[in-house]
């Protein structure tokens, strides 16, 4: 009566929630192996690279 709908998701589909697309273009774009030398420097490019997603780091969900 509110005109809401409710969509329930399979267990497992990671093609309908864009985090999981995010992190995939994440790690196979814009880190690399140098990023994973240890959790730290893991950790700060992450953090850079979530910080600027949509102005130096694009991704179009379509």
Same mark, same amino acid.
Request: proline letters at 6%; hydrophobic letters at 35%; one cysteine or more.
């Given at each position: 009566?509110?005109? @809401?709908?409710? #969509?329930? @998701?399979?267990?497992?589909?990671? *093609? @309908?929630?864009?985090?999981?697309? =995010?992190?995939?273009? #994440?790690?196979?774009?814009? @880190? ?5 030398? #240890?959790?730290?420097? =893991?950790?700060?490019? !992450?953090?850079? !690279?979530?910080?600027? !997603?949509?102005? *130096? ?6």
């Amino acid at each position: 009566e509110q005109g @809401l709908t409710f #969509c329930f @998701l399979p267990p497992y589909s990671p *093609e @309908l929630n864009k985090i999981e697309r =995010l992190w995939r273009h #994440c790690k196979q774009y814009w @880190l690399t192996p140098t990023d994973y030398v #240890c959790d730290r420097t =893991l950790a700060e490019r !992450v953090a850079y !690279v979530l910080k600027h !997603v949509g102005t *130096e780091y694009t991704i179009i969900f379509g």
